[in-house]
């Protein structure tokens, strides 16, 4: 067979710790026998990190820039620990955080679903994406311990030295608390452009949903921004794909997301989606199945699993144990990663591989072969026969052979 071509490179952001040989694996098994793989390699791995001063991640996330689409292996954010252990000079942040502030992305975090995997809310019948607005709120707040009685005043002094508001917060009486939040038009905008953005190219329902009859100004500026880039720049194309964009208020969508089906993309402001998202994707399962992208609103995507380096599974590898460390959200990264870029390029075999690559993962599972996260799980007909790492992705390996 004749390998599949690609004209423009992928971007390859690779890891850490066992997702790094799992990585490997999953290039050797399932890519680079069938794919002219084109990548343009940068190892966002802590050493390389350390080595370059952190310059590699900011290199990497302007490539994602540059050319559109990039996949992702999951990364060490450093801690003290990790800071000792690496003998580092600095407690490197957050790639992603990097990563995303580069972009000024949003992540958007979706289950991948199996028959015999069931979510705990049963008729949730296909996913549901979570977009979660990561800039301000009570992330970005000031607090204040209000020691006894006194008067708490909200006040915007402008560039010119104009005091606006001036609204008494409260009269305490006694000692309480008092905190402030802001956030920007400009990064609600951008939350907005990627939300809608995705929701397109997904062909998914948007909802969004805030607390704007309560507050009637702050989270009715979302609101409006969201309303008024709809109108001047989706309304249509989602006529045409007939796709809806939905607001309704915090408490009735989670009545409706609870009573729904599934499939279809749920926005929210970032306390909302912080906690919302790890209350839906437990509910649909394991955090092995869920993969997460990052939109910028330019429509720059950048693809991953949604969990971490799984650092005790690769303690175990070091040490010559054999390791059933589920390998799904990475793949799947790579099947969003290398599908964006067949769309993008007018690559059909590419995109017709990564269905197919999706295909036999499922199917593999479908069929009982599963890794070990997944066994207390599986309600499926099949048995559930645990494999290890390697074993699984020949498993897939051979239901993807017979479809190319
Ligand atoms: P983690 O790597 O997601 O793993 C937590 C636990 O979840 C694992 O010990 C394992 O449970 C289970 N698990 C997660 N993924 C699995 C998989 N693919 N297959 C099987 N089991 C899986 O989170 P963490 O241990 O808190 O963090 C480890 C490192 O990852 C940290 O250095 C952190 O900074 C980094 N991290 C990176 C990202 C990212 O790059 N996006 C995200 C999160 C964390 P059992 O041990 O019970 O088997
Ligand atoms: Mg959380």
């Not at 955090?287 to 971490?308: C, D, I, R």
Request: charged fraction near 25%; glycine fraction near 8%; include cysteine.
């Amino acid at each position: 067979m004749e390998k599949i071509k690609m004209t423009t490179p992928l971007v390859e952001m690779d890891g850490d710790e066992m997702t790094r040989i799992l990585w490997q694996n999953i290039k050797d098994e399932l890519l680079l026998p069938y794919i002219d793989l084109k990548t343009e390699y940068y190892d966002l791995g802590l050493p390389v990190r350390e080595e370059t001063k952190d310059q590699i991640t900011t290199d990497a996330a302007l490539a994602n820039k540059k050319y559109g689409v990039a996949v992702k292996c999951a990364t060490i954010t450093p801690n003290a620990q990790r800071v000792q252990e690496y003998n580092l000079s600095k407690m490197w942040k957050s790639p992603n955080g990097t990563i995303r502030s580069i972009l000024d992305g949003t992540v958007f975090r979706a289950p991948i679903m199996v028959n015999g995997i069931n979510p705990v809310v049963k008729n949730w019948q296909q996913p549901i994406t979570i977009a979660r607005h990561a800039y301000g709120d009570v992330y970005k707040n000031v607090e204040f311990r209000v020691p006894g009685p006194g008067k708490a005043v909200l006040n915007y002094v402008s560039e010119d030295g104009n005091i606006q508001s001036n609204q008494t917060i409260c009269d305490f009486e006694g000692a309480g608390v008092i905190q402030g939040l802001h956030n920007k038009d400009q990064s609600i905008t951008s939350f907005a452009h990627a939300c809608f953005q995705y929701a397109l190219s997904t062909k998914q329902d948007l909802w969004f949903s805030t607390k704007d009859t309560i507050s009637k100004i702050y989270d009715h500026n979302f609101k409006d921004i969201f309303y008024d880039i709809y109108a001047r720049c989706y309304e249509q194309q989602f006529k045409e794909l007939g796709l809806e964009f939905f607001y309704t208020l915090i408490d009735d969508a989670v009545a409706r997301v609870i009573r729904s089906k599934g499939g279809f993309i749920w926005a929210l402001k970032n306390y909302d989606g912080d906690v919302m998202s790890d209350m839906v994707s437990t509910a649909f399962g394991s955090l092995a199945m869920m993969t997460s992208v990052l939109v910028s609103p330019e429509g720059n995507f950048e693809y991953e699993a949604a969990h971490g380096t799984v650092t005790r599974h690769y303690y175990k590898y070091l040490k010559g144990e054999e390791t059933s460390t589920n390998p799904v959200a990475t793949i799947f990264a790579w099947s969003g990663a290398l599908r964006k870029r067949g769309e993008m390029d007018g690559l059909a075999d590419l995109m017709a591989f990564a269905d197919k690559l999706e295909a036999s993962v499922i199917e593999t599972i479908e069929s009982g072969i599963m890794t070990g996260d997944l066994v207390g799980l599986w309600e499926g007909e099949a048995p559930a026969q645990k494999v290890n790492s390697v074993d699984f992705l020949k498993a897939i390996r051979g239901k993807l052979e017979a479809k190319l």
